[in-house]
């Protein structure tokens, strides 16, 4: 069913605990932790509890959770002090994208000097 934890996903295994992570952050709907493969000085996922593929997927099924990551992310980025210097909200979505793990998640990246994108 639809949001329900799948078996095979490794982040509804670290929302449930049975896989260790590194958290930061945690609220009734949302879990931050660090990326395990940091691109920057802050690195930080921030995944919704319950399981949706992807961020438009989450937004269209959940939109007041999708909320919550959008403001955990920015708390995020706030806790590790990158808000002042500038940082980035990033959903890759759909494997072009290079999206590796099929359950919706924001990565905050900070602390260096982030390239201009689009
Ligand atoms: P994406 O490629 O956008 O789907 O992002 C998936 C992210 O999950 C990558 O940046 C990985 O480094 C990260 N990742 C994979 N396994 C783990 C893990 N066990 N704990 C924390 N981060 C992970
Ligand atoms: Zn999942």
Redo the contacts with the bound molecule.
């Keep these: 069913m639809a949001g329900e934890p799948q078996a095979d996903c ?2 509804c295994k ?1 929302a449930a605990g049975d ?4 958290i930061v952050r945690e609220t009734e709907t949302t879990l931050a ?7 920057a000085p802050t ?1 930080v ?1 921030v995944i919704p509890k319950v399981h949706y593929s992807d961020a438009a997927e989450l937004a269209a099924a959940e939109p007041v959770i999708a909320g919550d990551v959008l403001r955990e992310a920015g708390q995020v980025a706030a806790d590790e002090k990158v808000d002042g210097t500038g940082y980035r909200i ?3 979505t759909g494997p072009g ?6 359950h919706a ?1 924001a ?1 905050v990246l900070g602390g260096r000097d982030l390239q201009r994108l689009v």
């Design positions: 490794l982040f670290i896989v260790p992570a590194t932790f660090r990326d395990i493969s940091p691109q690195h996922l990033v959903f890759n994208a290079g999206q590796t793990v099929f998640h990565h």
